[in-house]
């Protein structure tokens, strides 16, 4: 049950983007076209917004790693992975 569960996610992961760019050429080319070409819409208006991602993305890949770093650190190699993949 575990396998078919990380095949479906690991399909998605190389059929969504595949996915998402059919769906935006196929059906929301004019969308597409205005939200990218128009000079209004850009990110220097949502400063705020766009820096505080930016600092949740770096923040949960050093808490990643940390967490990561203190598991291999505590337990052998062969337990940490069984345990970091379920």
Do not use: C
Request: net charge positive; charged share 10%.
């Amino acid at each position: 049950m575990i396998l078919i569960k990380r095949i479906s996610f690991v399909s998605l992961l190389i059929n969504g983007p595949t996915l998402y760019e059919s769906m935006q050429v196929a059906l929301f080319l004019k969308t597409w076209q205005y939200y990218y070409f128009n000079p209004t819409h850009h990110l220097s208006m949502y400063r705020l917004f766009y820096q505080s991602f930016l600092l949740s993305i770096r923040v949960f890949i050093i808490v990643f790693l940390a967490v990561l770093d203190d598991l291999f650190r505590q337990l052998t190699p062969s337990a940490a992975v069984f345990i970091y993949w379920g």
